[in-house]
Nanobody
Framework: VRLQASGGGLVQAGGSLRLSCAASGLTFSRYDMGWFRQSPGKEREFVAHISWSGESTKYADSLEGRFTLSRDNTKNALYLQMNDLKPEDTGIYYC??????????WGKGTLVTVSS
């Protein structure tokens, strides 16, 4: 299984980024997927989750509706649209596939840096 995250970069506060995750080596359309992040000095935390069909999404409460998770099962791709970015959103963002109830495969991550 390979999960390749991309789209990170440096952005000013209030800006937007769109992260992508390209999946291979698994039947993508059968798996729930998610994004997690690890900010400097903190443990990895949950960001968002999407069901295998894309019909159901969940987000960390702290995001306050600024992020939108979507997927394209025809392209084996996962997307995270991040708007109104804040300095506290800085971190390495990881995409993950889910086993029964928790992540089982992780990508290498993409770095997001939000300057104030």
């Amino acid at each position: 299984v390979r999960l390749q995250a991309s789209g990170g970069g440096l952005v000013q506060a209030g800006g937007s980024l769109r992260l992508s995750c390209a999946a291979s080596g698994l039947t993508f359309s059968r798996y729930d997927m998610g994004w997690f992040r690890q900010s400097p000095g903190k443990e990895r935390e949950f960001v968002a989750h999407i069901s295998w069909s894309g019909e159901s999404t969940k987000y960390a409460d702290s995001l306050e509706g600024r992020f939108t998770l979507s997927r394209d099962n025809t392209k084996n791709a996962l997307y995270l649209q991040m708007n109104d970015l804040k300095p506290e959103d800085t971190g390495i963002y990881y995409c993950a596939s889910y086993g029964s109830a928790s992540p089982n495969y992780w990508g290498k991550g993409t770095l997001v840096t939000v300057s104030s």
